[in-house]
């Protein structure tokens, strides 16, 4: 989105690199969320096209457009995609319909049930604690009356701000394996960002399908969340990275499909994309073998 453009043609007073409430990649204005010392402290990321204040956490861009322009969200939306941001229309909603971010009751330190389950996949649970905040859950663990009981809770981060969270089942009972959070509840969903240390990401990243493939890949990888991508990931990536190795579960052959898909995406919007074949999933892998890779990948 062309918000600077945007900024200008409605008379907001921003800032851009520079300023000492700027960073590279960034344009500043006042909050209009925030109460006391003005100041230019939200900042909208333009790789990534998403709010964050550096008071007051992470924001909706169709809410905030409205609220620096003072028009209707419906108004706000409109004016958003005359500017060149893909969004989908806002919901016809009450406030109440869009909840406080917060992680599900009972979460806590790791304790031996998850530790236990992390060394069974051949991870070191005190560097997954320490590099990655891993937490978890005991025999309840509630949020909107989902059941979050027995998990390895993952916290999401973008910008230094937690915006949301997946969890993994550590019973091998659960239907569903990952459970990630409550859609309104997200600050910034988690199917619009990547998974991973954005401050360690270079001109080339390897891209793979959850959490435990970055952990096993280290700092240099990044997690689409699942399979199935999205347009935001794609324009993310391809901002990110200038060579992307694509590296889903290998042997499956809906993964090969979608990680063939993603590399088309990738090259028609300039990024070198390419898919790289390998047995299974990445975070089963043997470390030093991955570690192998991974140095192979990043030449």
Avoid at 70 to 89: D, F, M, N, T
Avoid at 134 to 147: E, M, N, Q, W
Avoid at 225 to 252: H, M, N
């Amino acid at each position: 989105m062309n918000l600077e453009q945007l900024y200008q043609d409605f008379s907001i007073d921003y800032r851009t690199e520079g300023h000492k409430h700027t960073r590279p990649g960034w344009i500043n204005c006042e909050c209009p969320w925030c109460t006391g010392n003005p100041g230019f402290h939200l900042g909208f990321n333009i790789s990534s096209e998403h709010f964050v204040c550096w008071r007051c956490g992470a924001k909706y861009t169709i809410p905030t457009i409205a609220k620096l322009l003072k028009v209707r969200e419906q108004e706000a939306y409109k004016v958003i995609k005359r500017y060149g941001l893909l969004i989908s229309p806002p919901r016809k909603e009450s406030p109440s319909e869009r909840l406080q971010f917060t992680l599900p009751s009972g979460v806590e330190a790791m304790k031996g049930n998850h530790r236990k389950y992390l060394e069974g996949r051949n991870f070191d649970p005190d560097y997954l604690e320490h590099e990655w905040g891993l937490l978890g859950t005991g025999p309840v663990s509630l949020l909107d009356k989902i059941d979050y009981r027995f998990r390895i809770v993952i916290p999401f981060k973008w910008d230094g701000v937690q915006v949301s969270f997946d969890s993994r089942d550590i019973t091998g009972k659960h239907p569903s394996k990952y459970m990630a959070c409550p859609k309104n509840r997200e600050l910034i969903p988690h199917k619009e960002i990547l998974y991973g240390k954005q401050s360690e990401w270079k001109s080339t990243g390897i891209i793979v399908e959850g959490p435990s493939d970055v952990w096993r890949f280290g700092p240099k990888s990044a997690a689409t969340s699942g399979i199935k991508y999205t347009p935001k990931q794609v324009r993310l990536i391809a901002r990110t990275f200038k060579r992307a190795a694509i590296c889903f579960d290998g042997g499956e052959s809906q993964a090969i499909i979608q990680a063939n898909a993603l590399v088309g995406d990738l090259r028609f919007r300039g990024c070198d994309a390419f898919r790289v074949d390998i047995e299974g999933d990445p975070g089963s892998m043997n470390q030093e073998e991955a570690n192998y890779l991974v140095k192979q990948l990043l030449k």
